[in-house]
């Protein structure tokens, strides 16, 4: 990878051969054992994180709350002047960003750079949003009474990220609680720990320069039992986790056992459904890039395709037709299309699916595989494939992060699609392909798609920064990034006030002395 510049990349970024995984600023130390991070792509060694101990975590809590102290008592658009500082030093620095991405994650470099993108984009939605944390005013029962609410910072917001999106995930929650004044600290995956030094080396450059305490943005490493200090910890009123559903499941029972708040973003089944009037050319793009892009490890990924047996051959044969074009390979070379899964793990997982998909009864149309040879060193490319299936097969109903599509038939109305549709334990990520408007508005419809995101005419991945992102059933219940997800980032308060000299009670009750 020496032609692709990654050691430069490094270098800009501050990324060292070891580096401390935890910070809370300037102030890095880091008294736990090591974490190797290894590319995907070649099988690398990129560099160490020292990770997080108990003692390190009390430290990082100390210099948050410390940092609270003084980060909320700042007029919310002096923070957003900050996170618009953070978005420049982003812009500066998007491509070594992108590259780290790239090679720490595996997914290609235009998606490296399209992740930064999107940590651009929420940091500009932030700096405006941080003029716009409105309340209401209410008309007030009570003679000379005013009633209003207001929006104050939370505190501490605890981050767990998951490695497929290991940068902008974190952007999306710093940012809007930055601006709502709380302070942040971020357990990236231990997957990918480098992207995270990588990213905090940015916020701490602004939050220097600027002359703000230690602890606004705090980085803390290491497995699950890192994760674990902050969801047990009462001082972290809002915890933000990322990942799978079986990890959201402890996340939520251990924030709700003390009563506090988390925002989950977990698993996705995604589907689109190819009614008779689809664009088939449209659909074959959007189902593509939806299966394939990231090697099929985002959570908006698309999973299944529901066609309708009209056209079914014909979407089948295109869709075919279109994966063999794929080319494979190193993600920083732009000529591939699908890079490598994130490890080895990832590529049993894949090839259990394979196995589970054909003993369940279905069956591959686009044979799947490990590559092998040069420039498949590191063991974790694998060719994207297709089954045709059944939604009730075990493994249809079950999210497996990897390049696999399953076509499914349907027939007669697009309500039948929508019951296919809607008949998984996920509720992420839904779309439509039609021109037909009767279809389309059933679709976004009450007894439509039942997704916290529901596309006409686009695949399922790449949702834009303006909504509000996350699903429901299984996948949570979560809304983070645009439209009102800033709010769970604040605490709501109502305030009434009376300037008269009597006290009327509301609801009318008479209480006189
Ligand atoms: C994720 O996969 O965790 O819509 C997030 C998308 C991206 C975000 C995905 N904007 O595919």
Redesign the pocket.
């Known amino acids: 990878v020496q032609e692709f510049g990654i050691q430069e990349a490094l270098k800009k970024l501050g990324v060292e051969a070891i580096n401390n995984g935890t910070s809370t600023g300037s102030n890095n130390f880091s008294s736990g054992g090591e974490l190797s991070s290894y590319s995907p792509v070649d099988g690398a060694l990129i560099g160490k994180v020292r990770t997080t101990s108990k003692e390190d975590y009390e430290k990082v809590m100390e210099a948050a709350n410390n940092a609270f102290k003084i980060w909320r008592t700042k007029p919310a658009p002096q923070r957003g002047e900050i996170v618009r500082q953070f978005g420049d030093k982003l812009r500066e620095l998007k491509e070594p960003l992108g590259k780290l991405v790239s090679y720490e994650m595996g997914k290609s470099y235009q998606e490296g750079l399209g992740e930064v993108q ?1 940590m651009i984009d929420i940091c500009d939605f932030a700096v405006g949003l941080s003029r716009q944390l409105h309340g209401l005013t209410m008309h007030s029962e009570r003679p000379g009474h005013r009633m209003y609410e207001q929006y104050h910072p939370l505190g501490v917001v605890g981050i767990i990220s ?1 490695f ?2 290991p940068v ?2 974190w952007a999306w929650n710093t940012a809007l609680a930055w601006i709502s004044g709380d302070v942040c600290v971020w357990k990236p995956s231990e997957k990918t720990p480098l992207c995270g030094v990588a990213c905090q080396n940015i916020a701490v450059a602004v939050f220097k320069e600027n002359n703000l305490p230690e602890g606004i943005s705090c980085l803390i490493n290491g497995d699950y039992t890192v994760g674990e200090f902050m969801t047990h910890d009462k001082r972290v009123p809002l915890v933000s986790a ?1 990942g799978s559903i079986r990890m959201g499941k402890i996340v939520a029972q251990a924030v709700a056992a003390r009563l506090g708040k988390s925002l989950l ?1 977990l698993g996705g089944n995604n589907a689109i459904i190819v009614t008779p009037d689809a664009d088939i050319k449209m659909t074959v793009i959007g189902a593509v890039f939806g299966a394939v892009g990231t090697a099929g490890q ?3 990924s698309t999973r299944r395709l529901i066609i309708h047996d009209a056209i079914y051959d014909k979407v089948k044969e295109a869709i075919v037709t279109a994966y063999k074009q794929l080319r494979i390979g190193n993600p920083l070379d732009q000529k591939n299309h699908v890079g490598p899964l994130i490890d080895t793990d990832a590529v049993s997982m894949y090839q259990k699916a394979l196995k589970k998909v054909v003993e369940e009864g279905g069956k591959l149309i686009v044979e799947g595989g490990v590559l092998e040879g040069a420039g498949y060193e590191s063991g974790c490319y694998v060719k994207p494939a297709i089954a045709e299936a059944n939604n009730n097969f075990e493994i249809v109903q079950h999210e497996t992060f990897a390049p696999v599509l399953y076509l499914l038939k349907y027939s007669g109305d697009v309500e039948n699609a929508i019951a296919i549709q809607n008949g998984v334990v996920q509720g992420l990520s839904s779309a439509i392909m039609t021109n037909n408007l009767r279809e389309a508005e059933r679709f976004l419809s009450a007894q439509g798609s039942d997704c916290g995101i529901a596309n006409v005419n686009i695949g399922t ?3 834009e920064i303006g909504g509000a ?1 996350g699903g429901e059933k299984e996948t949570g219940g979560g809304r983070e990034s645009g439209s009102d997800a800033w709010k769970i980032y604040m605490r709501r308060q109502t305030n009434t006030i009376n300037y008269t000299t009597d006290l009327p009670l509301a609801q009318g009750i008479k209480f006189d002395l």
């Open positions: 999107e998951a497929n999106f902008a995930v990322t973003e985002r959570c908006t991945s790449g949702a992102f």
